[in-house]
């Protein structure tokens, strides 16, 4: 028996009507949030831009794309790019947005670009300065928006950000500061957030986040990560449920992860889930020696150190096209001959498992994104947004969570 996350939930039914793009006008009003329409969102890997161009972008699918990153420096009025390359794509990123009428948005931040929130956050004057700096981007790229992926406030991410009790409390100031700059309140400003709420000065997930509803549309719940290879066992990348897991297993999921939101505070209409085109993979024999298996050529390989200063070690990360290209996958995303596939009905979401090479992946497919659709639909979420854009194929995920997705 394989350690597998196998939880019991009954089947969804996937019978649902079909969810149309829906487009708002470009600069929308910033704190209109509509009832009838559905974010399609993706972010844009600018690094992977020569494996993925912009020309591959399914623009026509999406109501936003959001380019990553930009990341905040030691100085709070300077904001940095995580690519030299940067400067040069991302104009050509917002051109073609627009050409498409598509709302273009700047990330700031991410898992390595996280380490100086805290101090750009940390005081009246910073957060003025910081402000400030996010919109001179805004006004120098002609963007439509910005998302903050602080990962996390008062919480470590990568291991060695800037931390403070204040953090949250600090970052909520700095967003109202934000809202009060010239154009600011006519922008998209979201926020990518962790499955459970702000970490508040006690340590503890806030019980009261309503006030960051005022001034964020959105944030994007990010329901992937949630089990790896950092895990004790084998269990689900990006669980849609774990209610019927035992307690001990129940480490985050998109139901859990919009309860815990909503109870807090946040309406769910102002909630997008986050969603994954990737999955992880784990080493499953009786081998506990054995190494972390590495994934596709786009994954993290162990040389070099990073953003800390520490050793690099394999991702072990499969894109969604990276299984079909390693054989996991046929090219229309079935299990390929000779690799065992499994649909977790309590996570919602498959393991597919190749036992030449002893490798299981967790991860999502057609099935798992058409329930993860059906959910943001009968939920009465905002939509959803798919990390990333390049990692699909043939827009399999992508059209499967669309044909669910639409709110009522």
């Known amino acids: 028996m394989f350690p597998v996350f196998s939880f019991l939930l009954a089947q969804l039914i996937l019978a649902a009507p079909t969810c149309s793009r829906v487009t708002p006008p470009l600069k929308p009003n910033a704190l209109s949030h509509s009832s009838n329409g559905t974010s399609t969102a993706s972010w844009y890997a600018g690094w992977h831009s020569s494996d993925f161009t912009l020309q591959d972008v399914s623009w026509s699918k999406y109501s936003s794309v959001i380019y990553a990153f930009a990341v905040p420096t030691p100085v709070a009025n300077i904001i940095g790019f995580q690519n030299d390359s940067d400067k040069a794509l991302l104009p050509q990123f917002v051109q073609t947005a627009h050409a498409n009428n598509v709302h273009a948005l700047l990330s700031i931040g991410g898992w390595t670009g996280s380490r100086y929130f805290s101090s750009a956050v940390a005081t009246d004057a910073n957060r003025t300065a910081f402000a400030q700096a996010v919109m001179k981007l805004v006004s ?140 992880h993979s784990f080493h499953v024999s009786n081998d506990s020696a054995s190494q972390q298996p590495a994934g596709d050529k786009w994954d993290d390989t162990a040389a070099g150190v990073d953003e800390c200063g520490n050793p690099k070690v394999t991702g072990g990360i499969f ?62 979420l905002a939509g959803f947004a798919m990390w990333e854009a390049g990692s699909d194929s043939d827009d399999i995920l992508l059209d499967a969570i669309r044909d669910r997705c639409r709110l009522l």
């Open 140 to 279: 120098t790229y002609n963007l439509d928006g910005i998302e903050f992926d602080w990962e996390y406030p008062n919480r470590q991410g990568i291991g060695c950000n800037t931390i403070s009790t204040n953090d949250s409390a600090n970052f909520l100031s700095f967003l109202q500061t934000l809202r009060s700059q010239d154009g600011a309140r006519d922008m998209i400003v979201s926020a990518a957030v962790s499955v459970k709420p702000f970490v508040g000065s006690d340590g503890n997930p806030m019980t009261d986040v309503s006030e960051f509803a005022k001034v964020l549309n959105y944030i994007e719940v990010m329901n992937y990560d949630v089990w790896g290879p950092w895990s004790d066992s084998v269990g689900p990348n990006a669980p849609l449920d774990d209610s019927c897991a035992p307690s001990s297993d129940q480490e985050g999921s998109a139901i859990s992860a919009v309860k815990a939101w909503s109870t807090a505070g946040f309406p769910a209409n102002q909630i997008i889930l986050g969603v994954a085109s990737y999955g």
């Open 319 to 380: 894109d969604f096209w990276g299984l079909i290209d390693s054989g996991f996958l046929t090219t229309n995303g079935t299990a390929a001959s000779g690799v065992d596939y499994t649909f977790d009905n309590c996570s919602q979401t498959p393991f597919v498992y190749n036992p030449k090479s002893q490798v299981m992946v967790s991860y999502d497919d057609a099935t798992s994104f058409a329930a993860k659709g059906e959910y943001i639909r009968d939920a009465g």
